[in-house]
């Protein structure tokens, strides 16, 4: 590695985005050199810098112009990474797929609709179902596939008209073996009979890695369309399936499969952050808030999510709170899971995560913690959309004293109200 870092690198190019200047091509292809080597940490630091510095913080803007920035980069780096494919060529085609095509019935007749996940939890609930549910509205003969994870799939298990396309997508993989995921579907997708549905999907790098035929590909573009409006991002996935798919009644939704003891209704917690520690308040926080959830008198349940440092803060704050700590159970099972019981539960409490948004599409009422956006249109675009009551707290900048006071005062307000809707 030379001697400027993977991270100065990103965040030297990601200034030069967000100014509006000339991008260096120079720091391109060594940044993607880097995210390319053979030497796997040197590969695996370049990678995280090139997604968590560079391409996550221009897409979480929702900005056209940084769209289009994204494209200039990274179509680079692809070709810098397989030379079999064209920067310009790649470059073109998005300009194509990005243009608003509604589907035409009389010419196609799909016996296979692939509908992409969007890699997180909270976004295959608030944007991808709702293509799911266009697909099955507009498609009822149709084969329909989720094309992703296990474990994000299995939000959607107990729907039969959703079958599976397993695909393996690491947040954390390089770059090359992000590139080989979605390489990897192009002959199933490529079928006779079939139409691609992309809701901006990391599977595509964003829609710039072709999976299929153009014609057979519908690609929504998440982070231009609404423009300059304040429409959360399940609004516009509902405006955009109306307007391409002649949809006008889809919803977002989640069909998760029953698993271990549903326990007593009550409140269900997440501290999860997906891997974004900026997205949490410092501690004692989240002890501070399970202590005056427990004050509640209701059952409280906090899922300590696939291990790791997430587990380790949920019992760091249980051991806090001594005896008290001891009354909140705990969920050790798959999101999925965690989902069903969120459904069945009064109130969901946590950060701006895939919990909220579980909480939103089954009108359970909500109280989010909304911290570490990077831009006004982020805070609204992510916003838990559903028809139950939601409280969102913008922690970003404010003490901790003042978040916790309001998240407890949305929650007696949320207790107060109760529920709007039936569970799943």
């Not at 520690?277 to 005056?292: T, V, W």
């Not at 982020?378 to 978040?403: D, I, N």
Request: hydrophobic share 45%; aromatic share 8%.
């Amino acid at each position: 590695m030379g001697s400027t870092s993977p991270e100065e690198l990103a965040a030297t190019l990601l200034e030069q985005c967000l100014q509006g200047a000339d991008v260096s091509t120079a720091l391109i292809d060594e940044l993607a050199e880097m995210a390319a080597s053979a030497e796997r940490g040197t590969a695996s630091a370049a990678s995280r810098a090139l997604f968590s510095g560079l391409v996550e913080p221009l897409a979480d803007r929702f900005e056209p112009r940084l769209c289009e920035a994204y494209v200039r980069i990274f179509s680079r780096v692809i070709e810098r990474v397989e030379p079999a494919w064209d920067a310009a060529a790649l470059a073109a085609r998005y300009e194509r797929v990005r243009r608003f095509r509604p589907f035409d019935a009389a010419r196609e007749r799909p016996e296979r609709v692939y509908v992409l996940s969007r890699v997180t939890l909270g976004a295959d609930v608030a944007i991808t179902s709702v293509m799911l549910d266009a697909a099955k509205k507009r498609f009822p003969a149709a084969e329909i596939y989720f094309v992703g994870e296990k474990k994000a799939w299995e939000l959607f298990a107990a729907d039969a008209r959703i079958a599976h396309l397993p695909v393996a997508y690491g947040r954390q993989a390089t770059l090359r073996e992000r590139l080989e995921a979605g390489g990897s579907l192009r002959e199933a997708l490529g079928a006779p009979g079939a139409i691609v549905i992309d809701p901006d999907s990391r599977l595509s790098q964003l829609g710039l890695l072709p999976l299929c035929d153009e014609q057979r590909y519908y690609f929504f573009e998440s982070r231009c369309y609404g423009g300059d409006g304040g429409e959360s991002l399940s609004r516009l996935a509902m405006r955009w399936v109306a307007e391409v798919f002649g949809v006008a009644n889809a919803v977002p939704y989640v069909a998760p499969l029953a698993e271990g003891d549903p326990g007593e209704a009550g409140i269900a917690v997440s501290l999860g952050v997906g891997g974004n520690p900026a997205k949490r308040l410092a501690d004692p926080f989240e002890e501070r808030l399970l202590a005056g959830l427990a004050e509640r008198g209701l059952p409280v349940t906090v899922d300590r999510g696939a291990g790791g440092e997430e587990a380790e803060r949920v019992n760091r704050a249980l051991a806090a709170l001594g005896p008290a700590g001891g009354r909140i159970r705990t969920w050790d099972g798959s999101f999925a899971g965690f989902a069903r019981r969120i459904a069945g539960s009064r109130l969901f409490v946590g950060y701006d995560s895939a919990g909220q948004h579980v909480a939103a599409v089954c009108g359970v009422p909500l109280v989010s913690i909304f911290a570490g956006y990077v831009s006004r249109r982020m805070f609204l675009r992510w916003q838990p959309t559903g028809l139950g009551a939601a409280v969102v707290v913008a922690a970003e900048g404010e003490e901790t004293e003042t978040v916790l006071r309001q998240v407890l005062a949305g929650v007696d307000r949320c207790l107060a109200g109760g529920r709007s809707r039936p569970t799943v």
